[in-house]
């Protein structure tokens, strides 16, 4: 089991361009997570999964998209990067709700916006 | 709202003392709290959780942690740390919802020798 992958692990942008972030579990988790880190901040949430076909905005949603590609897949999109973007990607999953399960987390993407 | 708060943000310890980190929390209901470490460079772990029960919850690694609901605490602790042992460590609070968690802003433990 490979848990939580993501590409890339690292990346630097130009304002303006766009990219997309890919996680993918292989746990048969139904829950699926992206939270940004910065410094002094913690963790925040951007968006979510509850199950597959669904998705829900978190804490910090602007500037971002997500897609719920199949049960093993979540990926993240920034349309147009800013330098506010700039931080560490997490993504996580679990097996139902956060609330009650273990989230297992991706070793993160690190992305530098210019 | 709700709401979780690490009032250290950094803490140095010798190895082979005792650590307690702090974390308090605001939740109206019986609240679902974790306690996750970040290494350096990596992704983050559980190292326990606690739903109901027992209030002093044992992790991995040799982690505790004692939920106290009159003072709205949920206190890491550990008797004798280790080089090892030096991450960041986050208390987190399970929603409302029960669709996320919602993270304090973190502890830096360094371990001298």
């Known amino acids: 089991n490979a848990g939580v992958t993501q590409t890339p692990k690292f990346q630097v942008l130009k304002t303006g361009q766009s990219m997309t972030l890919q996680c993918a579990q292989d746990?048969?988790?139904?829950?699926m997570y992206w939270y940004r880190q910065d410094p002094g901040m913690g963790l925040r949430l951007i968006y979510y999964?509850?199950?597959?076909?669904?998705?829900d905005k978190g804490e910090v949603p602007n500037g971002y998209n997500v897609s719920r590609l199949n049960k093993r897949e979540f990926s993240l999109r920034l349309e147009s990067a800013a330098p506010s973007q700039t931080s560490v990607y997490f993504c996580?999953?679990?097996?139902?709700?956060?609330?009650?399960?273990?989230?297992?987390f991706g070793p993160g993407t690190r992305l530098t916006v210019l | 709202a709700q709401s979780v708060t690490q009032p250290d943000i950094h803490i140095t310890v010798s190895e082979g003392a005792s650590l307690e980190l702090r974390c308090n929390y605001s939740?109206?209901?019986?609240?679902?709290l974790f306690w996750y470490v970040q290494s350096p460079g990596q992704g983050l772990q559980l190292l326990l959780k606690?739903?109901?029960?027992?209030?002093l919850v044992q992790g991995i690694k040799g982690f505790e942690a004692e939920f106290k609901r009159s003072q709205s605490s949920f206190n890491l602790r550990k008797p004798s740390v280790h080089w090892s042992d030096a991450a960041e460590y986050f208390c987190?609070?399970?929603?409302?919802?029960?669709?996320?968690?919602?993270f304090g802003k973190g502890t830096t433990l360094s371990v001298s020798s």
């Open positions: 996580a999953s679990s097996l139902q709700g956060a609330t009650y399960n273990e989230q297992f």
């Open positions: 746990m048969n988790h139904n829950s």
């Open positions: 999964s509850a199950s597959e076909g669904t998705t």
């Open positions: 939740y109206g209901a019986t609240p679902y």
């Open positions: 606690y739903f109901s029960g027992d209030t």
């Open positions: 987190a609070v399970g929603n409302q919802a029960g669709t996320a968690l919602i």
